[in-house]
């Protein structure tokens, strides 16, 4: 079946602990620098390139890709932005996430150890945590450059539990929550129809988290599941929109998986509320990671993201 490359639309950014994730990538953190070997098994969750650092949840039989269509607020105007995102599916769990964020990790991890090799400065500072105390520094000759990854969080669902699980992963923090899914299995059905990437859909509808969201789910799929948090109605979930189209994941690629993994990280988690953790991503990626260069020093710092993420939880 059809695979669709990663989407093109501009993303927001997204920062890390600056002193411990400098110091971590460019040195090695829990053999996070090593080169994950799987004789062409494709491993699916968290961001260790280490198969000793994995734990194995289930095999993944489907992956389907989502375009996700959602609006920021920049200066108090919202803005329309996408991303392409994943669900990759088993039996009983699944796990949502972006395809991509493990990949520019090891590719900006493998920058800074680039950069700190470089014998054109002398020392490095991690100093000034805000840019704007030192944005008089950077020139034409700075070599700046500003780290994004792309969409940190990544959401394990357990269907034999009921439960959801949403992880923050970064080399220097990981943090995770843990939910009951009895709050998104509320689905009321309709008689409406519709055709969504070439299949024959039912409507169903369901209250949230302060909002109210429309879905299209396809009976020809036998697949509990679908994008986001989203799961409970008798075949895979094609579309799904909020009443206020702030928010909407659309079906635009599906894939019988052979040889996958569904896995997750083997490290020790901070576990907090949904709340808690909402309020946690929100600040972290808020801020986007920079690097340059000045008289003879290596500045690593962050500055804060222009546009603010409009919350799906209310």
């Not at 990854?149 to 034999?160: E, S």
């Amino acid at each position: 079946m059809e695979k669709i490359n990663k989407s093109q639309c501009l993303k927001g950014m997204y920062s890390r602990a600056i002193y411990l994730l400098a110091l971590g990538i460019l040195f090695g953190v829990n053999g996070m620098a090593q080169t994950l070997k799987t004789d062409s098994i494709n491993i699916i969750g968290g961001i260790s390139m280490n198969v000793d650092n994995q734990i194995i949840l289930e095999d993944a039989q489907y992956g389907i890709y989502y375009k996700f269509d959602y609006k920021v607020s920049d200066n108090k105007k919202e803005i329309n932005l996408c991303d392409t995102l994943y669900l990759a599916c088993g039996r009983m769990q699944s796990v949502f996430l972006d395809p991509l964020y493990k990949e520019n990790m090891e590719l900006n991890r493998k920058d800074r150890i680039k950069i700190s090799t470089r014998k054109n400065f002398k020392t490095i500072s991690f100093d000034h945590q805000n840019l704007d105390e030192i944005a008089d520094f950077v020139d034409i000759n700075s070599d700046y450059k500003e780290y994004s990854a792309g969409d940190p969080i990544q959401i394990y669902k357990d269907k034999t539990k009921r439960m959801i699980t949403s992880v923050y992963n970064s080399y220097s923090n990981n943090v995770r929550c843990e939910q009951s899914a009895d709050k998104l299995l509320n689905w009321k059905i309709s008689n409406d129809t519709a055709t969504v990437l070439g299949y024959a859909c039912r409507k169903a509808g369901v209250q949230y988290a302060g909002r109210h969201y429309t879905a299209w789910f396809t009976m020809d799929i036998s697949l509990n599941d679908g994008p986001w948090k989203f799961q409970g109605l008798p075949g895979l979930i094609l579309k799904v929109e909020d009443d206020q189209h702030l928010f909407q994941w659309t079906a635009i690629g599906l894939q019988e998986l052979k040889k996958a993994k569904i896995v997750t990280d083997k490290v020790k988690y901070e576990t907090v509320s949904v709340k808690q953790f909402n309020e946690y991503v929100n600040k972290e990626t808020n801020n986007v990671m920079v690097r340059f260069y000045h008289d003879d020093i290596l500045y690593f710092s962050y500055k804060k993201s222009r546009m603010v993420n409009i919350p799906i939880e209310l």
